[in-house]
């Protein structure tokens, strides 16, 4: 979301809490290089990760969601115990399976040519616009074709992370405008897969405990700061597997996967795991609507520039 690269620039710049209005851009920041061959030594690791070690890092954890072990078996066991399984038995994985299948094949493409071409007007959630906030990339969104059967996958996700987080004793998430309403879309160029990190505990309010100003769609939130919460605001579906990653001072990836900057507001970066294609907004706390309409996918889709078909 736009607000945590303005948070993260904010620090690097001012070294403050108060979010500037006129920053909208990344500084020009020169990055430590490292070697991705060489092992980690993530229970020593000081100050910042680099890039390099964050992507390491989010690959790590894709390659554990995908079922496999990793070599560096003292590495594989403190990544796990960062990762807490989400269970959300209502989902059927085939519906994403397939589309996984098309991604694999076709690339990127696969997920433009899933989509409708109507466009929707984001509805004014929980008056949001009449705060001057606007929750989605674009202003409009698009939905999935019906065939496809995704619009029902991803409300299924959506409203069974709410309830599998309580199952799991995790803290508790709400389908509000600011807790958790999207989700990241990236592409693993390595092994051509998709996946999703969902963002929770989106915008807390402003208080003692927690002192940024996340813009105008903080305003007005009712949503209590709690440092567990936070910890716990990153989730990741890959590979038909849920999970939610801790992220706090006490966890490896506290060190390993949070950009210079987020480390307050605990967000990982969807870019970390792959190429970034698009946002999924669902706003759960729309009354009288079905639940596939109250999806919005926001992104540029177009099959311009994209993998070309395999034969």
Known sequence: MPWEILFATSIWIHGATKLPQSVYRWPRKTVQRADVHTRCNVTTLQGPPSAVTRKYTARNILTILSGKSLKDRELDRQIRSSMHAVDIPKVDTRIWDRLAANVLR???????????????????????????????????????????????????????????????????????????????????????????????????RQCEAFPYNLGYCQRGSPLEFHEKGMDFRNLLYFQGELCCLDVGEASVLHNTLIMDGLQDVRTVLEMD????????????????????????????FSDTGLDAERT
């Open 273 to 300: 795991f792959g190429e970034a294609l698009g946002d999924v907004n669902y706003f759960g706390s729309l009354e009288r609507v079905d639940r596939e309409d109250k999806l919005f996918v926001c992104g540029n």
């Open 106 to 204: 076709f690339g990127p493409a696969a997920i433009s040519r899933a989509l409708d071409q109507t466009m929707y007007p984001v509805p004014n959630v929980s008056g949001a616009q009449d705060q001057r906030c606007q929750l989605t990339s674009y202003p409009v969104g698009r939905r999935f074709k019906e065939d496809t059967q995704l619009n029902i996958l991803v409300a299924d996700l959506f409203e069974g992370i709410a309830k599998g987080v309580l199952a799991a004793s995790l803290p508790p998430v709400e389908l509000t405008r600011w807790d958790l309403f999207h989700a990241h879309i990236f592409f693993t160029p390595q092994d051509r897969g998709i996946g999703l990190l969902f963002h929770a505990k989106e915008y807390p």
